[in-house]
């Protein structure tokens, strides 16, 4: 239960006491307080403020007269539902039609802790080095005599020394009257240039000292390394770890140094002028068009990081399959703007890109047919083959159902995959359920749109698409089943082995595709939305390696 308060200043009112008054014993009625026969008052009783609608002019002087300022805001305050008043305040211990309002210690008078004096402190004073304990002994008596004769020469006529003279007229010890500052420690004196009283030596020696101490620390910031800093421009990270093509293959999976500064002069175009992505946003553009003296590269914030930076980031969350984590440590930079730099360049090399991904002309398939294909199929164009990634199991049950796959016993999405003779990957469908079949995918996906008359393509023998084909007047050649035989001919066997052998190398290049430990790994549920965008730009890495099959 909340715990109404006195809103009077100083006031410690409140229903917690009027509960534990409750909770003592009546000696005069034998029973608890205020229970039962006891009718006993309470020691004080609490008035809520009046209505703010219905006694607005009340309500009003109520709050003037308590007269206090919000803490938070700096503002009047403004009670709440749990503020109130007690009896203490009331001249007839409650509201009445003679005395309405609260008069009675209301807090005014309450003598607030004053401020705390703040002390100017005097500058430190530079320790002078110990002397010995013999040169003490011998300068002892020099000293007396020096200060008698510092304070006699040295005295201006308007300083705060008077010298006590006796009757013999020889002066004795002098009596300082007032100090030339409040905490100056320091000796002062109107003294020539080569004087050598006190104050003029310690002043000389603190000099010495400090000039020493520049001189230190002069040296020791020329040994250390000078570092220039260009405004605007970014230590690159990527020329710290790309520093060999086998670091490069290793970060990013690309065959050197030299292709990965093809790819960023490539795409360095569209990347001067992107915007980061920042989630679903409705802008509502004006119609006005915005007009500038000199149209800027890039709207927004300066970059964290160069472009190439950029890049090798996404590259490094692909191959490497880091989290957001990892490379903000890395690249020093945030978690959120790592999931932003992602998102966005994820989009824009997926765009790029995809011209990698490109079905070959007829004539150039067959002039750069491997030897091992052109005499059992010297018309294929393809090799095709599904493949089924990982992914955390979705809340929703409709979307449980449908990526389940029963041949993997876990949510998938499964995508089609076709690559050329050489082994270069030629053609990506976008991901499906698990649920799908192989010839659903293969009847959707627009692969069929590709297949000319008189080509040859090779399958698994699950794709049983061989009237799909013929339509095309092309042809899918699978391995035979054995539907309605007891066991396959030797005609069979041999054909069986023949299509097992080539079929080989599409199993291969969807194996340099899940290289990638970002495809190779449980696929996050949450970058599902970018599945297809993170498949095209492997599968266009993955062309940029040497042939598969020469």
């Known amino acids: 239960m909340p715990t109404c308060c006195c809103s009077v200043f100083e006031c410690t009112n409140n229903t917690l006491k009027l509960r534990r008054w409750r909770r003592q014993f009546c000696s005069l009625h034998q029973v608890h307080n205020g229970v039962g026969n006891c009718y006993c008052e309470p020691p004080f009783q609490l008035f809520t403020f009046p209505s703010k609608v219905e006694e607005p002019t009340k309500h009003s002087q109520w709050v003037r007269l308590i007269n206090r300022m919000d803490r938070q805001t700096k503002k009047n305050w403004m009670p709440d ?55 003490k002994k011998e300068e002892s008596c020099k000293e007396k005599v020096n200060r008698k004769e510092d304070c006699t020469e040295n005295a201006s006529p308007g300083s705060d020394i008077a010298i006590d003279i006796d ?15 409040e905490h100056s420690y320091s ?71 030299a292709v990965v500064d093809l790819l960023y002069d490539f795409i360095e175009p569209k990347v001067d002028r992107m915007q980061y992505w920042y989630g679903k946003k409705h802008v509502v553009s004006t119609k006005v068009p915005r007009r500038f003296l000199r149209s800027p590269k890039k709207f927004g914030p300066q970059r964290k990081l160069c472009g190439k930076d950029e890049m090798l980031l996404v590259l490094m969350k692909l191959r490497l399959g880091l989290l957001n984590g990892d490379l903000s440590d890395r690249f020093q930079i945030s978690v959120n703007h790592v999931s932003r730099i992602f998102n966005t360049w994820i989009k824009v090399l997926s765009s790029e890109l995809k011209l990698l991904i490109s079905y070959p002309p007829k004539e150039h398939v067959l002039a750069n047919l491997p030897r091992c294909f052109q005499r059992h199929f010297p018309r294929l164009m393809s090799i095709l083959d599904c493949t089924e990634i990982f992914i955390e199991r979705p809340r929703d049950l409709k979307l449980q159902a449908q990526t389940w796959s029963d041949y993997k016993k876990h949510n998938t999405a499964k995508l089609l995959v076709a690559c050329t003779p050489r082994g270069s990957i030629s053609f990506v469908s976008e991901a499906w359920g698990g649920r799908a079949s192989d010839n659903h995918i293969v009847r959707n996906s627009g692969f069929l749109d590709l297949v000319e008359a008189g080509d040859q393509h090779l399958a698994d023998k699950g794709f049983s698409l061989t009237q799909d084909f013929v339509v095309k007047q092309a042809q899918l050649v699978v391995p035979p089943g054995v539907r309605g035989k007891e066991q396959h001919t030797e005609g069979d066997v041999k054909l069986t082995k023949k299509i097992a052998n080539l079929r080989i190398h599409v199993e291969r290049a969807i194996n340099r595709l899940k290289d990638f430990r970002i495809l190779q790994h449980t696929y996050p549920i949450n970058m599902i939305p970018v599945i297809d965008d993170v498949i095209t730009v492997c599968a266009a890495l993955c062309n940029f390696s040497p042939a598969l099959v020469k």
């Open 167 to 181: 009757n013999s007229g020889q002066n004795t010890k002098p009596v300082h009257v007032n100090v030339h500052d």
């Open 187 to 257: 000796f002062k004196c109107n003294c020539n240039q080569n004087c050598m009283c006190k104050g003029c030596e310690e002043k000389s020696l603190t000099i010495k000292l400090l000039l020493d101490k520049i001189d230190d620390l002069q040296t020791k910031l020329d040994a250390k390394p000078t570092v220039k800093f260009v405004k605007g421009k970014q230590k690159s990270i990527s020329k710290q770890l790309l520093t060999s093509d086998k670091k490069v293959k290793f970060y990013t999976d690309l065959p050197s140094i």
């Open 81 to 135: 539902k749990y503020s109130r008043i007690c009896s203490e305040h009331f001249v007839d211990g409650k509201p009445t039609t003679e005395n309405p309002n609260p008069s009675l210690k209301m807090g005014y008078d309450v003598q607030q802790n004053a401020p705390r004096r703040k002390i100017k402190r005097a500058p430190a004073v530079i320790p002078v080095k110990k002397r010995k304990a013999s040169d």
